[in-house]
C-alpha cells in the first residue's frame, strides 16, 4: 500500500461523457501527479500540481483539466470522452525534497 | 520530445534463467529509476541511479547507469516466477524549469516455472 488512494477504481461511460477522478495523495505529500497508461503507449504523464498550484504540464488534451484543492486532493476531470480515452489513469504524490513518486492503484477507464 | 525505449518488450524464460532488460536513449536524464508493476496496482519504485556508471544491487537484481546517463539496464539472477511482472524504466529531466518523468513503454516479464 503505497498511502495514494485514488476513486473510483473503474469507471465506465460512453463516449460524449465526463467524468471525475479523484486522488488522495500520501499524508503530507505537497506534489500530486496524473499519468495516463494505455496498451500502445506505456504510462504518459499529464499534468503535476504543487500545493495547489499547477507545476508542470504534459501531454494533457484540452478535453482533460485538473486541480488541487486546499486540503491537497487532486481531482482530473475528463470531458467529450473518446473511445481513445479508455485507458488506466494514475496519481502519484512525491514529498517536499525528493523526486520518489508514490502511484495509487489506478482508475480504470472504459468509454463505450 | 525526449523518448526512452526498452528493450526487449515482451520475455518469457524459465524459472533458474538469468535476464537483462534495456532502456535507451538518446538525451541525457539527471537520474533514472526503475518501477515495477503487477496487475491491478501502480508501480513501484526499485532503484533511483543517478551517477553515471553507477551500479546498484538489489538482492537478485542488478541496475547500471551509463557512463554518459543515456542508457540503463536491468540485471536479473536466477529469476523467480515472483519477478514477473512488467518493469518500467523512467528518465527524470528538467523542462523549462519543472522536472518531469519520463517513462519507457515497458517491459513485460513472465517468468514460468
Known amino acids: 500500500d503505497s498511502g495514494v488512494t485514488q476513486t473510483p477504481k473503474h469507471l465506465i461511460t460512453a463516449t460524449g461523457q465526463r467524468v471525475t477522478l479523484r486522488c488522495s495523495p500520501r499524508s503530507g505529500d505537497l506534489s500530486v501527479y496524473w499519468y495516463q497508461q494505455s496498451l500502445d503507449q506505456g504510462l504518459q504523464f499529464l499534468i503535476q500540481?504543487?500545493?495547489?498550484?499547477?507545476?508542470a504540464k504534459g501531454n494533457i488534451l484540452e478535453r482533460f483539466s485538473a486541480q488541487q484543492f486546499p486540503d491537497l486532493h487532486s481531482e482530473l476531470n475528463l470531458s467529450s470522452l473518446e473511445l481513445g480515452d479508455s485507458a488506466l489513469y494514475f496519481c502519484?504524490?512525491?514529498?517536499?525534497?525528493?523526486?520518489?513518486?508514490?502511484f495509487g492503484p489506478g482508475t480504470r477507464l472504459t468509454v463505450l | 520530445t525526449q523518448l526512452l525505449e526498452q528493450s526487449p518488450q515482451f520475455l518469457s524464460i524459465q524459472e533458474g534463467e538469468n535476464l537483462t532488460v534495456y532502456c535507451n536513449s538518446s538525451s541525457v536524464f539527471s537520474s533514472l529509476q526503475w518501477y515495477r508493476q503487477e496487475p491491478g496496482e501502480g508501480p513501484v519504485l526499485l532503484v533511483t541511479v543517478v551517477t553515471g556508471g553507477e551500479v546498484k544491487k538489489l538482492k537478485r537484481l542488478t541496475f547500471q547507469f551509463g557512463d554518459a546517463r543515456k542508457d540503463s539496464s536491468l540485471h536479473i539472477t536466477a529469476a523467480q516466477p515472483g519477478d514477473t511482472g512488467l518493469y518500467l524504466c523512467?528518465?527524470?529531466?528538467?523542462?523549462?524549469?519543472?522536472?518531469?518523468?519520463?517513462f519507457g513503454q515497458g517491459t513485460r516479464l513472465t517468468i514460468n516455472p
Open positions: 500540481y504543487y500545493n495547489g498550484e499547477e507545476r
Open positions: 523512467a528518465g527524470r529531466s528538467t523542462i523549462q524549469g519543472a522536472q518531469k518523468l519520463v
Open positions: 502519484a504524490s512525491s514529498g517536499f525534497g525528493t523526486d520518489t513518486q508514490y
